[in-house]
């Protein structure tokens, strides 16, 4: 098919016409690149989605990624794991209404991802089951209106009803219960069936579109009937190729398809009929479409057109076989954006697979060699830098000052030459030191510049002293060396130069203090070759408290009141008044300076001693850059000074240039980027080279606003050019996530409730979290707090984890707020509930248990005891009773028998002398022996004293 025999068919909104000649390159887009060095899995990109929360999800050929700004998380087919990703080569990727991840592979069917466990579930081709897909190479997903899910496979397509329970996660019965439907697809003309499906996509009025290998369909849902487009050779309405990439729907119902080596094709409905419905007119639908012209550079880039996005309304985003596209519809015009090797912020690779625009406007572009993003609404910075191969380009990367001429041209002195800047056409031409010539600049090494009421150029040199020459459009630039001596300027060593309002030129040098050139002596050099002027000096007297400080100067700025205002070097300020300022002879007039110094003692005095920059606002205030000490701003009334430094948000103490803009904003270059700051809230935003900033650090001097509102910030690294209304802040507010939970240094998954339960013995945590702003995510800020442990938030920055150690057992909150790049904040945030659980010797449960135990044990002890002593007392009881008996016993006997020597001592009589009874036979006996007769009473023999006296006197 030759695109020549084609071109009456490009449709009437896409003419290929352009104005320019050459191949169009917008060289305001700097792409950001994410590769495999960055951690993306694979540098192939075939698959894009954002879910839910705000995570990105990337299908390559080697894995799935899940990016949330800052860190991919891969998942990966794992051998032996049946509940890993099927296969690496991932094809699709979609997230329907539930949430739930669907990923389709090229050689492992569909997987559904549950979140909450990172498990996959797997739907596969089963030859021998009609409720399977039909084939494990899926193509494409889609999700319809009805919220059933579509599979394109090499083999056909397949519709996939869900249960009813449509936000249940996925499990075992789930899955069991989705009912597969296999769509047959065939064509017209020849009825053989068309299994390659590529593209799918449900349009406004409910039709599903079907890219395939052999044309497009349109199929009806409710009847599954369907209609077929193919090309046809010869045929001006027809699709220009069968092999369909991609289908996309415009905001105005507009249906492009991307056709491989068919070029951007547009749906043409006709007219309404009465009597016809939508479903009749698209069978009478025609194609009109734009191919690439070899012949015509600003042509569409590539006949293979893989996809379309449309952002902002209006505006196509193509991507092709041969970069990124970028059409106005409106315009007719087509931008292009290719990989450029000498260019690090251009397109990374120029296959475009995928394109993709997030939630904050951030745009994805998908290609073989990584990610590519960029804002459509991106910071406006315009850079310009030094390349050697490139004349058109700055002569040196390292800019010292800058100012403008009465046409809107910008000079810009740098380490080695003058440099003229139209902005207008972006031309660039150089003004170099020439031994061979004396009208030529004096050296290239230039440290500040000046173009005065009457256009004459003052060049400021370090080490050569001052140059000047006079503008003149056409005309070639003639530069005059100044008289250097002490009877001229003084030194060789120009640090800054200033008209007054009354058109005196002030010239501060390195080591010859300050120097005047009148208005009258400075006109007189219009046209002149003079390098001799008279020149009032200002030189330090260290017997003159009042006079200049000590020669260095390195700002000069005049208030509203005509006072002019002196940085230094190392002694503060130096301030004039208007009265003074205007004396032309200082041995007449004496002068006094005025000055302000920090004072250690004084917190309210000036923050610093070296003054790079000064600025008077709309309000009459006084701004102060100073080299350490921050921001100044002086306060007339109080005679105090205000201090803002890293603290407060600016980005670095160290502050070369000052700008105000329409708005009362101000602009501050330092070492570390460029900033906005709003003095009435105390608001800053920072802007770093990921903005497209020429470096972090600018220099001194090197700061001018132009006539039309635009400023100039030059530094390390070349310049920036902008306006301050183009710079749009990013006003997203990004939503916070727990990206990760780790217990004793080990992965844990956070489930949907987020609470986390551990033991006493999981008191080492880490939790990590991300803003999901993906513009400059490292310019994300955090900050976090775990109650009831931390009152206070804990200011992070752009640190995404916290860790706790040694925590107690108890009941925790964590809570956590982030903001995106410019400092939108979400101020509600995410949280995670975490309980440890105490061991269990110190629970509730356990100590109750404990007294109980306690209590039962005492009782039982008590219980025990009570009973050991009362079988003790029943013991004792029974000896007693035993001992009692047995003493009742005796005594009863003794009783019995006493009561028997009570009966004999009455009826028998005694012997008084021996005490022998006479018993009742009369017979006379001794009583013991008697006794033993008549009782059980024994009785032992022996004497008693007495008697045993008696006989032993006998003996």
Same mark, same amino acid.
């Given at each position: 098919m030759?695109?020549g025999s084609?071109?009456?068919l490009?449709?009437?909104l896409?003419?290929?016409?352009c104005?320019?000649?050459g191949f169009?390159v917008?060289t305001?887009?700097?792409f950001q690149h994410y590769?495999?060095?960055?951690?993306?899995?694979?540098n192939?990109i075939?698959a894009v989605?954002?879910?839910?929360?705000?995570?990105?999800w990337f299908?390559t050929?080697s894995?799935l990624?899940?990016f949330d700004?800052n860190t991919f998380k891969?998942?990966?087919?794992v051998?032996?794991?049946?509940t890993s990703l099927?296969?690496?080569?991932?094809?699709?990727v979609i997230?329907?209404h539930?949430?739930r991840?669907?990923?389709?592979?090229?050689?492992?069917g569909?997987?559904l991802?549950?979140p909450?466990?990172?498990?996959f579930?797997?739907?596969r081709?089963e030859p021998d089951?009609?409720n399977s897909?039909c084939?494990d190479?899926v193509t494409?997903l889609?999700?319809d209106?009805?919220h059933?899910i579509?599979v394109?496979?090499v083999?056909?397509l397949?519709?996939l009803?869900?249960?009813?329970?449509s936000?249940?996660r996925?499990?075992?019965?789930w899955?069991?219960r989705?009912r597969?439907?296999?769509?047959?697809?065939?064509?017209?003309?020849t009825g053989?069936?068309?299994p390659?499906?590529t593209a799918?996509h449900?349009?406004?009025?409910?039709f599903?579109?079907?890219?395939?290998?052999?044309?497009l369909?349109?199929v009806n849902?409710?009847s599954?009937k369907?209609i077929h487009?193919?090309?046809?050779?010869?045929s001006r309405?027809?699709?220009?190729?069968?092999?369909i990439?991609c289908?996309?729907?415009?905001r105005?119902?507009?249906l492009w398809?991307g056709?491989?080596?068919?070029g951007?094709?547009r749906?043409?409905?006709?007219?309404?009929?009465?009597?016809q419905?939508d479903?009749?007119?698209?069978?009478?639908?025609?194609?009109e479409?734009v191919?690439?012209d070899?012949?015509n550079?600003?042509?569409l880039a590539s006949d293979?057109?893989?996809?379309v996005?449309?952002?902002p309304?209006g505006?196509?985003?193509?991507?092709t076989d041969n970069g990124?596209?970028?059409l106005?519809?409106?315009e007719?015009?087509f931008v292009?954006f290719?990989?450029?090797p000498d260019?690090?912020?251009s397109?990374s690779?120029n296959i475009?697979s995928?394109?993709?625009?997030d939630?904050?406007?951030?745009?994805?572009i998908?290609t073989d060699?990584?990610?590519?993003?960029?804002?459509?609404?991106?910071h406006q910075?315009?850079?310009?830098?030094s390349?050697?191969d490139?004349?058109?380009t700055l002569?040196?990367?390292?800019?010292?000052?800058?100012?403008?001429d009465?046409?809107?041209?910008?000079?810009?002195?740098t380490?080695?030459?003058l440099n003229?800047f139209?902005?207008?056409?972006?031309?660039m031409i150089?003004?170099?030191y020439?031994?061979g010539?004396?009208?030529?600049?004096?050296?290239n090494?230039?440290?500040s510049?000046?173009?005065?009421?009457?256009?004459?150029?003052?060049v400021?040199?370090?080490?050569?002293?001052l140059?000047?020459?006079?503008?003149?459009p056409g005309m070639?630039m003639?530069?005059?060396?100044?008289?250097?001596?002490? &009877?001229?300027?003084g030194?060789?060593? !120009?640090?800054?130069?200033?008209e $007054?309002r009354d =058109? @005196? %030129? *002030? #010239?501060g040098?390195?080591?010859k203090?300050?120097?005047?050139?009148l208005p009258?002596?400075?006109?007189?050099l219009a046209g002149?070759?003079?390098?001799?002027i008279?020149?009032?000096?200002?030189?330090?007297?260290?017997?003159n408290? &009042?006079s200049i400080s000590p020669?260095r !100067?390195y700002t000069?700025c005049q $208030?509203?009141? =005509? @006072? %002019? *205002? #002196?940085?230094?070097?190392?002694?503060?300020?130096?301030?004039?008044?208007?009265?003074?300022v205007r004396?032309?002879?200082?041995?007449r007039e004496?002068?006094?300076?005025?000055?302000f110094?920090t004072d250690?003692r004084?917190p309210?005095s000036?923050?610093?001693?070296?003054?790079m920059?000064?600025?008077?606002d709309?309000?009459?205030?006084?701004?102060f850059g100073t080299?350490g000490?921050?921001?100044n701003?002086?306060?007339r009334k109080e005679?105090r000074f205000?201090h803002f430094?890293i603290e407060?948000?600016?980005p670095d103490?160290?502050v070369?240039?000052?700008?105000?803009?329409?708005?009362?904003?101000?602009?501050?270059s330092?070492?570390?980027?460029?900033?906005?700051?709003e003095p009435?809230?105390?608001d800053?935003?920072?802007?770093t080279?990921s903005d497209g900033?020429q470096?972090?650090?600018?220099?001194s001097?090197?700061y001018l606003?132009?006539?039309?509102?635009?400023?100039?910030?030059?530094?390390i690294?070349g310049?920036?050019y902008?306006h301050?209304?183009d710079i749009?802040?990013?006003?997203?507010v990004p939503?916070?996530?727990i990206?990760?939970?780790?217990?004793n240094?080990?992965p844990r998954?956070?489930?949907?409730?987020?609470?986390i339960?551990?033991s006493?013995?999981e008191?080492y945590?880490?939790?990590?979290?991300?803003a999901?702003?993906m513009?400059?995510?490292?310019k994300n800020?955090?900050?976090?707090q775990?109650?009831?442990?931390e009152?206070?938030?804990i200011?992070s920055?752009?640190?995404?984890?916290?860790?706790?150690?040694h925590?107690?057992p108890?009941?925790?909150?964590?809570?956590?707020?982030?903001s995106?790049?410019d400092?939108?904040?979400n101020?509600?945030?995410?949280?995670?509930?975490i309980w440890?659980?105490?061991?269990?010797?110190?629970t509730s449960?356990f100590?109750i248990?404990m007294v109980?135990?306690m209590?039962?044990?005492a009782?039982i002890?008590?219980?025990?005891?009570?009973?050991s002593m009362?079988?003790q007392?029943?013991?004792?009881?029974?000896r007693?009773?035993e001992?009692?008996?047995?003493?009742?016993?005796a005594?009863?006997?003794?009783?019995?028998a006493?009561?028997?020597?009570?009966r004999?001592?009455g009826l028998?009589?005694i012997c008084a002398?021996?005490?022998?009874i006479?018993?009742?036979?009369?017979?006379?006996?001794q009583?013991?022996?008697y006794?033993?007769?008549?009782?059980?009473v024994e009785f032992?023999?022996?004497?008693c004293p007495?008697?045993?006296k008696?006989y032993?006197?006998q003996?």
């Amino acid at each position: 098919m030759k695109a020549g025999s084609l071109s009456d068919l490009l449709f009437r909104l896409l003419l290929l016409v352009c104005t320019q000649a050459g191949f169009a390159v917008d060289t305001e887009i700097q792409f950001q690149h994410y590769t495999v060095a960055e951690g993306l899995s694979q540098n192939s990109i075939q698959a894009v989605s954002q879910d839910s929360t705000g995570y990105l999800w990337f299908g390559t050929v080697s894995g799935l990624d899940r990016f949330d700004g800052n860190t991919f998380k891969t998942y990966r087919n794992v051998v032996f794991d049946s509940t890993s990703l099927s296969h690496d080569d991932i094809s699709s990727v979609i997230h329907d209404h539930a949430g739930r991840c669907w990923v389709g592979s090229n050689y492992g069917g569909l997987n559904l991802l549950d979140p909450e466990t990172d498990r996959f579930f797997h739907f596969r081709h089963e030859p021998d089951n009609s409720n399977s897909i039909c084939s494990d190479s899926v193509t494409a997903l889609f999700e319809d209106s009805g919220h059933s899910i579509w599979v394109g496979t090499v083999s056909g397509l397949d519709r996939l009803d869900l249960p009813e329970e449509s936000d249940r996660r996925p499990a075992g019965d789930w899955i069991a219960r989705v009912r597969v439907t296999h769509i047959p697809l065939a064509s017209d003309s020849t009825g053989l069936p068309v299994p390659y499906i590529t593209a799918l996509h449900e349009d406004t009025r409910g039709f599903l579109w079907i890219g395939t290998e052999g044309g497009l369909f349109v199929v009806n849902p409710d009847s599954l009937k369907f209609i077929h487009y193919r090309w046809k050779q010869g045929s001006r309405d027809c699709i220009a190729w069968d092999y369909i990439r991609c289908i996309y729907e415009d905001r105005t119902g507009q249906l492009w398809i991307g056709i491989e080596y068919g070029g951007l094709n547009r749906l043409i409905m006709p007219g309404k009929v009465a009597g016809q419905n939508d479903w009749q007119r698209l069978k009478r639908a025609k194609f009109e479409y734009v191919l690439h012209d070899p012949n015509n550079q600003n042509s569409l880039a590539s006949d293979v057109v893989n996809a379309v996005l449309e952002r902002p309304a209006g505006i196509l985003w193509i991507g092709t076989d041969n970069g990124l596209d970028r059409l106005n519809v409106a315009e007719k015009e087509f931008v292009h954006f290719q990989h450029h090797p000498d260019k690090p912020s251009s397109l990374s690779n120029n296959i475009v697979s995928a394109i993709v625009c997030d939630w904050s406007g951030l745009m994805w572009i998908c290609t073989d060699g990584g990610l590519n993003t960029f804002h459509d609404k991106q910071h406006q910075f315009s850079r310009f830098q030094s390349y050697t191969d490139d004349p058109k380009t700055l002569s040196h990367h390292n800019v010292w000052c800058m100012a403008e001429d009465s046409s809107g041209d910008i000079w810009i002195g740098t380490t080695s030459g003058l440099n003229r800047f139209t902005p207008g056409s972006g031309e660039m031409i150089h003004y170099m030191y020439d031994r061979g010539n004396p009208s030529s600049l004096g050296d290239n090494a230039i440290l500040s510049m000046l173009v005065d009421r009457d256009q004459m150029l003052w060049v400021g040199l370090n080490g050569y002293g001052l140059d000047r020459a006079v503008i003149k459009p056409g005309m070639p630039m003639r530069f005059i060396h100044m008289d250097c001596t002490e &009877n001229g300027v003084g030194s060789d060593f !120009i640090l800054t130069l200033f008209e $007054d309002r009354d =058109g @005196a %030129l *002030w #010239i501060g040098t390195w080591d010859k203090g300050l120097r005047k050139i009148l208005p009258g002596n400075r006109k007189k050099l219009a046209g002149s070759t003079e390098t001799r002027i008279p020149m009032i000096r200002f030189c330090h007297d260290p017997d003159n408290p &009042n006079s200049i400080s000590p020669n260095r !100067i390195y700002t000069i700025c005049q $208030d509203h009141t =005509g @006072a %002019l *205002w #002196i940085g230094s070097d190392g002694d503060g300020i130096n301030v004039l008044s208007a009265e003074h300022v205007r004396v032309q002879d200082p041995d007449r007039e004496p002068v006094q300076f005025a000055h302000f110094r920090t004072d250690p003692r004084d917190p309210n005095s000036l923050s610093h001693n070296i003054v790079m920059c000064i600025l008077e606002d709309r309000n009459h205030d006084m701004w102060f850059g100073t080299f350490g000490g921050g921001l100044n701003r002086y306060n007339r009334k109080e005679n105090r000074f205000d201090h803002f430094s890293i603290e407060d948000g600016l980005p670095d103490d160290v502050v070369y240039g000052i700008l105000e803009d329409g708005e009362g904003f101000l602009w501050i270059s330092t070492n570390k980027g460029l900033s906005k700051f709003e003095p009435q809230t105390v608001d800053f935003h920072n802007f770093t080279p990921s903005d497209g900033l020429q470096n972090y650090e600018f220099n001194s001097g090197a700061y001018l606003e132009t006539r039309d509102g635009h400023m100039a910030f030059g530094g390390i690294d070349g310049f920036n050019y902008f306006h301050p209304a183009d710079i749009a802040l990013n006003n997203y507010v990004p939503p916070v996530v727990i990206s990760g939970f780790l217990v004793n240094n080990r992965p844990r998954a956070v489930t949907a409730a987020k609470e986390i339960v551990l033991s006493h013995e999981e008191n080492y945590i880490t939790v990590e979290f991300a803003a999901l702003n993906m513009v400059y995510p490292e310019k994300n800020r955090y900050r976090y707090q775990l109650l009831p442990l931390e009152k206070d938030w804990i200011e992070s920055g752009n640190q995404r984890k916290a860790i706790y150690t040694h925590l107690a057992p108890g009941h925790y909150e964590f809570r956590v707020q982030g903001s995106n790049n410019d400092g939108v904040w979400n101020r509600k945030g995410t949280g995670l509930a975490i309980w440890i659980k105490p061991p269990y010797w110190k629970t509730s449960w356990f100590r109750i248990l404990m007294v109980v135990i306690m209590l039962l044990s005492a009782y039982i002890i008590l219980h025990f005891r009570t009973l050991s002593m009362h079988r003790q007392n029943q013991k004792l009881e029974h000896r007693v009773m035993e001992r009692t008996e047995a003493l009742a016993q005796a005594n009863e006997e003794l009783q019995t028998a006493l009561e028997s020597v009570k009966r004999l001592e009455g009826l028998l009589p005694i012997c008084a002398s021996c005490k022998k009874i006479r018993d009742e036979n009369g017979n006379w006996q001794q009583v013991d022996v008697y006794v033993r007769d008549h009782s059980d009473v024994e009785f032992s023999h022996g004497l008693c004293p007495d008697c045993y006296k008696e006989y032993e006197a006998q003996i």
